[in-house]
T-cell receptor, first 115, second 111 residues
C-alpha cells in the first residue's frame, strides 16, 4: 500500500516549457488535491477534484490545468512555465465525509525550479 | 488578513521542556481543525484533530477556543524528534473538503 505517489521528485524547466506532474493514490479515496508550498506561505490549494469526473479551482489556479484521469490519478499541467511557478508541489487525497475520514494524505512532493 | 495565522518561530525548546503555541483563524464558519506536522523537505502528516472539548494524544494536547477563534498545541516532555514545523489547518465543510493551512510554527528541540 504505497499511499500517494508523485512523479517526478525533482524537475528543472526553462521559462515557457511545459510539463505534467503525475499523482496516484491507492487508498480508494474520492477526493484529490494539488497544492503548492512556498517559503513562509504555507500550502495553497491550486485545484481539487471532489470526485472522479469533477475538478474545481482552488486559491491559486492561474497557469495550471488538471485532469482527473480516473479515481486513482490526478495530474497537474503547466502549459508555459514561469519562474513564479518555482515551488514544491504536493498532491493529496481524502475521503470527503465526516471528521474521521476527511484527513488528507500527502504525497512526497515534486520540487520544481523554473529558470 | 490571512485566514489562518501562526507565529513562524522558531521556538527553541530544551529537551524535556514544555512548549505551547497558538494559531488564530478568521472565518467563524470554520468547522474542523487539525494540527499537521511537517519535517524538513517532507510532506505534511496529520498529527491530531482538534475537538471542541480539547483532546490529548500522549504528550500532545490540543485545545479549541471558538469564542476567540484560536487553537493551541502543547507538547510536554519535548523530544529531539519533535523538532518540526507544525501546521495549523482549518476546514469549512460548506466550502467542500478544502483545507486552509497556516504558514507553520517551527519548533527546534535542543539537547
Amino acid at each position: 500500500n504505497a499511499g500517494v505517489t508523485q512523479t517526478p521528485k525533482f524537475q528543472v524547466l526553462k521559462t515557457g516549457q511545459s510539463m505534467t506532474l503525475q499523482c496516484a493514490q491507492d487508498m480508494n479515496h474520492n477526493s484529490m488535491y494539488w497544492y503548492r508550498q512556498d517559503p513562509g506561505m504555507g500550502l495553497r490549494l491550486i485545484y481539487y477534484s471532489a470526485s472522479e469526473g469533477t475538478t474545481d479551482k482552488g486559491e491559486v489556479p492561474n497557469g495550471y490545468n488538471v485532469s482527473r484521469l480516473n479515481k486513482r490519478e490526478f495530474s497537474l499541467r503547466l502549459e508555459s512555465a514561469a519562474p513564479s511557478q518555482t515551488s514544491v508541489y504536493f498532491c493529496a487525497s481524502s475521503n470527503q465525509g465526516d471528521r474521521e475520514t476527511d484527513t488528507q494524505y500527502f504525497g512526497p512532493g515534486t520540487r520544481l525550479t523554473v529558470l | 488578513r490571512k485566514e489562518v495565522e501562526q507565529d513562524p518561530g522558531p521556538f527553541n525548546v530544551p529537551e524535556g521542556a514544555t512548549v505551547a503555541f497558538n494559531c488564530t483563524y478568521s472565518n467563524s464558519a470554520s468547522q474542523s481543525f487539525f494540527w499537521y506536522r511537517q519535517d524538513c523537505r517532507k510532506e505534511p502528516k496529520l498529527l491530531m484533530s482538534v475537538y471542541s472539548s480539547g483532546n490529548e494524544d500522549g504528550r500532545f494536547t490540543a485545545q479549541l477556543n471558538r469564542a476567540s477563534q484560536y487553537i493551541s498545541l502543547l507538547i510536554r516532555d519535548s523530544k529531539l524528534s519533535d523538532s518540526a514545523t507544525y501546521l495549523c489547518v482549518v476546514n469549512r465543510k460548506a466550502a467542500g473538503n478544502k483545507l486552509t493551512f497556516g504558514g507553520g510554527t517551527r519548533v527546534l528541540v535542543k539537547p
